[in-house]
């Protein structure tokens, strides 16, 4: 099985044969069901067997190795478990589209790895087609690591990795907050201090520190806020009036902010501060480099952005360029002092990524109990920490430290914290919080970063995330058509509204042209399968 395949083969399949059947030599169908165990003793498991396994990589890895199999990850596990791996992989930004000929194609490895929404079926139809096997008895059986840590996790996590009641994939989680939110709004500490004002947690402060801003920079607050661009970016103002910028889940109802009466009061907010001068007049064109321009010129007083990518670039930058520039995070906002932000970018325990067995494994418990190794401390600790000795150091009960190769690699190697620790590390499995929380203190190595990362992740956005949903394929090109047309109405209305181009009088002509355009329809859809989900 080759892990590179053409775009002329991709036609040639097309073609040829349907996406699941008619293609390639008959296998014998694998067993979902386990009968008497092989393997019973702990590992290394004594086996002569190779296991086959399609694994999708992340871009970073890339730039350091060409093949996962040279990965010291994957000769560590390997050793440890006694089980031979042969891993292949799709191009790094082309994995929808690998992942669609290797269905095509009939010939399944024995593991496959990858995010499991990629097409509209989702692993329920796939389960159905007989591509991977539901897992439930093999959970049972053959992961008592895995099992161990499921007996601890509620319903609400539990069913992030379930499809009509069967189990699919060997999930990959997360365990802790400190990563889960990397995304938010900073502040000049020092502008804030020059006018004796803490920092803002409600929308009134926020509007007290934009207000006092302007006499210092040209910009008191500059984003873009158009839901189009990226939901949470709007959700760091409008989740303070009790709605989010685009479909979430309210209880077990799921809804559209932009057509709820929280969003017009937002509306009204945001045409009352750009009327004062406290946003940027580009805030719905302004594009991220422009933002990173005007900031590093210390133009700006508050922006949203990422904690990596963005602050985590900008704050060393301005150490050296503006050293009187104090930068400090911001909580998103709510309307009233205390209360806890229901909206903001939070990760949820599941993003859809995990490890199935395919129907063509030609031992079910082997690789059963390879996968299962990520659940247990050593397996944990060796997929978010690398190799203990080489990597990181033990220095208490459940406390680690990165060692010199990892933390001063700059120096040592050249290569940055991601690529120094990127054929170390897999980040399809952050079982344990503390080794986790040891990864993201070293990923964000200045204190401002790790601040804003314990901070962001304070709001209950976990409770309105839409979850991974299913849909047939009528529905899923009727939400895909609907959507694209509603997004682009209401952010042309928005920006009318925001700006004064349109009268507030027009705001329910708005809401009736947005029910037009079938918006109750989308939500229809949405909450069916959202039904469908609760129930399975």
Known sequence: ????????????????????????????EASAVLGELQYTEGYPIQTD?????????????????????????????????????????PPVGQEAEDFNLLLASNDFPDIIETNWFFNNAGPAKLIEDKVILPLNDIFDKAAPNLKALMSKWDESKLRQYRAQGNYYAFPGITEGNLGAAYYGVMARKDLLDKHGLGVPETIDEWETALTAFKEDVQYPLQMRLIPSYIEASSDVLVGAYGVSAGYYVDGDTIKYGPAEPGYRQWVEMMRDWYAKGLISKDFATVDAKTISANYLNAEVGMTIGSNGSDFGSWIPILAKSHPDIELVPVPYPSLEKGKVAEFGQKTVFFEGAGAAISTHCQDVELAARLLDYAYSKEGGLLYTLGIEGETYEVVGENQYKFLPMITDSENISGQSFSQAIAPYYDGRCYCFEAAYDTYMAEFYTNPINLAAARLWGTTKAELHKLPKLTFNSADSDRVSMLKTDITTYVDENIVAFITGAASMDNYDAYLAGLESMGVKDVIAIYQAAYDEYLKN
């Open 49 to 89: 067997k190779t296991l086959t396994y399609y694994k999708r990589l992340g871009s970073v890895i890339t730039e350091v190795l060409a093949d996962f199999n040279e990965a010291p990850l994957a000769k560590e596990l390997i050793e440890r478990t006694g089980i031979n791996v042969e891993f292949t992989h």
């Open 1 to 28: 099985m080759k892990a590179k395949r053409t775009l002329v083969f991709l036609l040639v399949v097309a073609l040829a044969c349907t996406a699941l059947a008619g293609c390639g030599e008959k296998k014998e």
